[in-house]
């Protein structure tokens, strides 16, 4: 029997601003019905939702400010596009290692300099959540840790060469073949991936409640 304290599919139909099939998985698997809002791919992509980090960004503020950009951008395509009046949810998630940010790699070698880089040692993988809606906007954190163990130049070396590595921040994706690297986790599962599911569910059901009746 569903839980009638969770969000059902009709209470809280959004839009998702997001090219990530992950994420879409991830909302199909909690029960969250959307409509895709896409915003325009390399090279010619939006700039209002530019990833660039700013000089001297720290990973937090980076990764806040970059759903809250992608989710405010969503609301704007919804006005602009005349789309059903819906909540939009945008997300982003990065890598924080020895105080740099770390992305998508730009090409083969990248992502094996970055796998190299993160062997044998602990990084934060933050995700940040963001809903929009016409008069309000908020955000959620999820902050984990990931180590891995020790990667030898072969096992980074298939990795990339089997196509995982590109399209995902910290070169690797958890629910795939680099679930093998991971020897420890602190944190959440689903964040890792580039959705949080239970503080996305808490903040759809914080945007999306009926409002307290009014005192009589």
């Known amino acids: 029997m569903r839980d009638a304290s969770l969000p059902t599919p009709a209470a809280t139909r959004i839009h998702l601003a997001s090219r990530s099939p992950r994420r879409r998985e991830l909302l199909t698997q909690i029960g969250i019905d959307f409509d895709l809002i896409a915003f325009r791919g390399p090279p010619r992509e939006d700039p209002e939702i530019d990833e660039t980090p700013f000089p001297g960004e720290e990973a937090t503020a980076y990764v806040v400010r970059v759903s ?7 609301q704007r ?4 596009r005349g789309l059903p009046a819906q909540p939009v949810l945008a997300a982003d998630t990065t890598l924080e290692f020895e105080g ?6 730009a090409d083969a070698a990248d992502a094996c300099a970055i796998l190299r880089r993160l062997s044998g040692s602990t990084h934060r993988v933050l995700t940040a959540v963001t809903v929009a809606t016409a008069t309000q906007i908020e955000h959620v954190l999820s902050i984990s840790e990931v180590t891995f163990g020790e990667l030898g ?4 070396a298939r990795y990339v060469a089997s ?8 070169a690797y994706g958890i629910q795939g073949r680099a679930g093998a690297f991971v020897r420890h986790l602190v944190g959440s599962y689903t964040g890792v991936m580039g959705l949080p599911l239970y503080e996305t569910t808490q903040l759809l059901r914080q945007l999306t409640a009926p409002p307290p009746p009014a005192n009589l």
């Not at 130049?153 to 980074?156: A, L, M, P, Q, S």
């Open 153 to 156: 130049d072969d096992d980074i």
């Open 68 to 74: 809250r950009a992608k989710a405010a951008h969503g």
């Open 100 to 105: 740099d940010i770390i992305g998508k790699p």
């Open 163 to 170: 196509g995982e590595a590109f399209d995902k921040a910290g």
């Open 77 to 80: 395509l919804v006005v602009w």
